[in-house]
């Protein structure tokens, strides 16, 4: 009997700091999603008041104009979804690539209508450049790239960020 009891408080033991794993990642995660909403929260408040800022309304167009080019350039890319993933060859060899003097225009437009918009600006592009990282071999060689390598989750995570602070950012 004493056998049993040692193993199933041995057991216990697994089970909670299998638990307290858990709870630690959920909360982790929460943090991040909590961080990325006030950031997306304080862009959408300095977007606004940009808008009536006469010094600011033209690097405010001016960055609406480039997160909406952005947005069209990522969205040629393969994005979430298996079909997207299966035409992904044709998806590289198609797209067109934007500069990396287009994402230092973005972020410098973004970092004139304010910090906020800055910090949302910034992850896109941080966003957008890992993709771009990656995107330029298949684009270069769309045939002969090995889609193997490519982490597909992290891919689909990225391009999913972009887009959506993208959106954020063409008003």
Known sequence: MTNLTAWLQAGAAVVQAGVAVALF???????????????????????????????????????????KMLLACLHKLPGPGAESQQQAARLFGDAVLPADAELQEFQAAAAAVGPGVDALARAAAENFCWLLDRARPAHDNPITYDYRKLNWKEWVFRWTEAEQALHKLTG
Not at 47 to 55: I, N, S, T, Y
């Open 25 to 67: 990642k959920i909360t982790r995660d929460y943090v991040r999603l909590t961080q990325r909403l006030a950031v997306a929260s304080e862009a959408q408040v300095e977007l606004l008041r940009a808008e009536r800022d006469a010094e600011r309304s033209e690097p405010l167009r001016r960055l609406q104009s480039l997160a």
